[in-house]
Nanobody, 123 residues
Framework: QVHLVESGGGLVQAGGSLRLSCAAS????????MGWFRQAPGKEREFVAG???????YYADSVKGRFTISRVNAKNAVYLQMNSLKPEDTAVYYC?????????????????WGQGTQVTVSS
């Protein structure tokens, strides 16, 4: 059984930083595309950042320059470093994996999802 578990969320003030972690188990995803999505109450889930199987990175315009995605294949893990956080970043953040190595921005291409971790940014 494949499981993805996010951690590292919390409550921070605007301008602060958080580092999210996603640990995968059940199989290796070293050559799979992995991404972070987020969903705020009443809004659709949206792409935040992704890293391909060849280690190329992609970011939503809203977080570019502030967030950094990385992976450590030996740990079967993906991370999201979030700096200069804004209240608009408040959401539940989800780690996701798709079968192939290429990043897609649509959530419909991702088969495995974590349970989510809450990020709240106060003004």
């Amino acid at each position: 059984q494949v499981h993805l578990v996010e951690s590292g969320g919390g409550l921070v003030q605007a301008g602060g930083s958080l580092r999210l972690s996603c640990a995968a188990s059940g199989r290796t995803f070293s050559r799979s595309a992995m991404g972070w999505f987020r969903q705020a109450p009443g809004k659709e889930r949206e792409f935040v950042a992704g890293i391909s199987g060849s280690n190329s990175t992609y970011y939503a315009d809203s977080v570019k320059g502030r967030f950094t995605i990385s992976r450590v294949n030996a740990k079967n893990a993906v991370y999201l470093q979030m700096n200069s956080l804004k209240p608009e970043d408040t959401a539940v953040y989800y780690c996701a994996v798709r079968p192939g190595s290429a990043i897609y921005y649509s959530q419909r291409f991702y088969d495995y999802w974590g349970q989510g971790t809450q990020v709240t940014v106060s003004s």
